[in-house]
């Protein structure tokens, strides 16, 4: 049975933790991160990452599955008001402009992974026959189910889905804002050639590591905490899962605090 969380003393620790944060004394934040890690083991707060965010600790291979969920739970009324017209985020229009102009699709199976309220999903929609949504937020998968975009849709974190999946493959699936909750790739880009057909498409959006250097690492937790990554490890991973790539664009995949997110937006085929 799982321990009760005492709010109370999460809260207090939370948000002495970030004050102290915020004041710049990063080795008094981390030990308070780690009591609310202590009193909250699931991390909904999401801890972890903030300590990888101020380079400390280890860099978890993906954000905690309770943070995301609180995360998108909470913010699933003004998502898209604050996605679209406050961050500038537009990754959907543009896996549109270039599906149009390589001249791919339509398609008869969609798998939208981290689907949201269904901002990939409405930009797509005539694009293809079947679509199906996940995400992690009951909330999220709440809204896109009232506008009526999906014929399926589940809520489930992304990489459990795909290694739980029977149903038949898809020929296109897309991850629009999914990759900078996620450290580690291998997971996702091995569930989606898994549920996929030989030639099918895999579209998504990373945000990159500034300076990207070669032997730099693989990921680490941004400013935000939110996952930036290498190109070269992107590519790597493709490759290793079976994709070929077919385009990386760089773009800005939102703005934070009045600065582009420099990113790509990655199109891969799958061998076969």
Same mark, same amino acid.
Request: proline residues 6%; aromatic residues 8%; glycine residues 8%.
């Given at each position: 049975?799982?321990?009760?969380?005492?709010?109370?003393?999460?809260?207090?620790?939370?948000?002495?933790?970030?004050?102290?944060?915020? *004041?710049?004394?990063?080795?008094?934040?981390?030990?308070?991160?780690?009591?609310?890690?202590? @009193?909250?083991?699931?991390?909904?707060?999401? *801890?972890?990452?903030?300590? *990888?965010?101020?380079?400390?600790?280890?860099?978890? /291979?993906?954000?905690?599955?309770?943070?995301?969920?609180?995360?998108?739970?909470?913010?699933?009324?003004?998502?898209?008001?604050?996605?679209?017209?406050?961050?500038?985020?537009?990754?959907?229009?543009?896996?549109?402009?270039?599906?149009?102009?390589?001249?791919?699709?339509?398609?008869?199976?969609? &798998?939208?992974?981290?689907?949201?309220?269904?901002?990939?999903?409405?930009?797509?929609?005539?694009?293809?026959?079947?679509?199906?949504?996940?995400? $992690?937020?009951?909330?999220?998968?709440?809204?896109?189910?009232?506008?009526? &975009?999906?014929?399926?849709?589940?809520?489930?974190?992304?990489?459990?889905?795909?290694?739980?999946?029977?149903?038949?493959?898809?020929?296109? $699936?897309?991850?629009?804002?999914?990759?900078?909750?996620?450290?580690?790739?291998?997971?996702?880009?091995?569930?989606?050639?898994?549920?996929?057909?030989?030639?099918? &498409?895999?579209?998504?959006?990373?945000?990159?590591?500034?300076?990207?250097? @070669?032997?730099?690492?693989?990921? @680490?937790?941004?400013?935000?905490?939110?996952?930036?990554?290498?190109?070269?490890?992107?590519?790597?991973?493709?490759?290793?899962?079976?994709?070929? @790539?077919?385009?990386?664009?760089?773009?800005? /995949?939102?703005?934070?605090?009045?600065?582009?997110?420099?990113?790509?937006?990655?199109? *891969?085929?799958?061998?076969?």
């Amino acid at each position: 049975m799982a321990k009760k969380i005492d709010e109370e003393a999460l809260a207090e620790a939370y948000n002495r933790a970030l004050a102290l944060e915020k *004041a710049g004394d990063f080795d008094a934040a981390v030990r308070a991160y780690e009591e609310v890690l202590a @009193i909250d083991p699931e991390d909904h707060g999401g *801890a972890a990452v903030r300590i *990888a965010s101020m380079g400390r600790g280890e860099t978890p /291979v993906k954000a905690p599955d309770a943070y995301v969920e609180t995360l998108f739970d909470q913010h699933a009324e003004v998502f898209e008001d604050v996605l679209v017209e406050q961050l500038s985020y537009h990754v959907p229009m543009l896996v549109r402009q270039r599906l149009q102009e390589l001249k791919l699709g339509p398609f008869k199976r969609m &798998l939208d992974l981290g689907c949201g309220t269904g901002l990939t999903g409405g930009t797509l929609r005539d694009l293809c026959e079947d679509m199906t949504g996940i995400d $992690i937020s009951e909330n999220m998968v709440e809204i896109a189910h009232e506008k009526d &975009l999906y014929e399926t849709l589940f809520v489930a974190e992304a990489e459990d889905f795909l290694d739980d999946n029977d149903e038949e493959p898809f020929d296109l $699936i897309t991850a629009t804002d999914v990759l900078p909750y996620l450290g580690a790739l291998e997971p996702l880009f091995f569930g989606a050639a898994e549920n996929m057909t030989p030639g099918g &498409l895999f579209i998504f959006s990373s945000e990159m590591i500034p300076g990207d250097a @070669i032997d730099g690492p693989p990921y @680490i937790v941004g400013p935000h905490q939110r996952f930036l990554h290498a190109e070269a490890y992107i590519r790597d991973r493709l490759a290793a899962t079976g994709f070929e @790539i077919v385009e990386v664009t760089e773009i800005n /995949v939102r703005m934070q605090e009045g600065q582009p997110s420099p990113g790509h937006l990655v199109i *891969a085929r799958l061998a076969g």
